[in-house]
């Protein structure tokens, strides 16, 4: 059974503060990663894919992977309240076809 | 329209109805999923779809029949169902190609009464 692990929170942060959101999977061949964020009652937005080793930056958002460690987080600078959301993690996975296997998602509030 | 388009939005059924949930892409993607996400639960996936051609049916149960006429459609059709299958139904679509991520649509909002 494949897995990915996500710590369900919800992490509180205050604004401003740097959000770090973590997700271990069990699949080692596995070469995709995504997150998405999900707003209460809406349905999963995708914000950053990372495909090798290190670190990818967009904006506030940081994604780091480490395969051998089997594990990737997200790292949000400069938290706002708009931020407080359900961050999903996703790792790609071939199988009888290419899909993605989600984590039950973390929620993170951003207290003002 | 862009992007992924789902219908309806909310739909409230008794346990003897027959009814479909559609979606609809406009990304020209060739893969096509259905996910149900219950509370507190993982995204689970129920169906892909590659090329039109069902490629995967997680063990889920009859009483959901999906349906894909071409690569930018997909329906799921329900009959029969369970209280247990209130949930939020969601379609997303992708290249198939290793390691392309999935765009959602906004979802159903399933209730059996």
């Known amino acids: 059974q494949k897995e990915v692990e996500q710590n369900s929170g919800p992490l509180s942060v205050p604004e401003g503060a740097i959000a770090s959101l973590n997700c271990t999977y069990s699949d080692r061949v596995s070469q995709s990663f995504f997150w998405y964020r999900q707003y209460s009652g809406k349905s999963p937005e995708l914000i950053m894919s990372i495909y090798s080793n290190g670190d990818k930056e967009d904006g506030r958002f940081t994604a780091q992977l480490n395969k051998a460690s089997q594990y990737v987080s997200l790292l949000i600078r400069d938290s706002q309240p708009s931020d407080s959301a359900t961050y999903l993690c996703a790792v790609g996975l071939m199988d009888s076809s290419y899909k993605l296997i989600f984590g039950s998602g973390t929620r993170l509030l951003v207290r003002p | 329209e862009t992007g992924v388009t789902q219908t309806p939005r909310h739909l409230v059924m008794g346990m003897t109805n027959k009814k479909s949930l559609k979606c609809e892409q406009h990304l020209g993607h060739n893969a096509m999923y259905w996910y149900k996400q219950s509370a507190k639960k993982p995204l689970e996936l129920m169906f892909v779809?590659?090329?039109?051609?069902?490629?995967e049916n997680n063990s889920v149960p009859s009483r959901f029949s999906p349906e894909c006429p071409n690569s930018s459609h997909l329906f799921l059709h329900l009959h029969t169902l369970q209280p247990e299958d209130s949930a939020l139904y969601l379609c997303?679509?992708?290249?198939?190609?290793?390691?392309?991520?999935?765009?959602f649509g906004d979802g159903t909002r399933l209730s059996i009464l």
């Open positions: 779809y590659n090329f039109k051609e069902q490629t």
């Open positions: 997303a679509s992708s290249q198939e190609d290793l390691g392309q991520p999935q765009h």
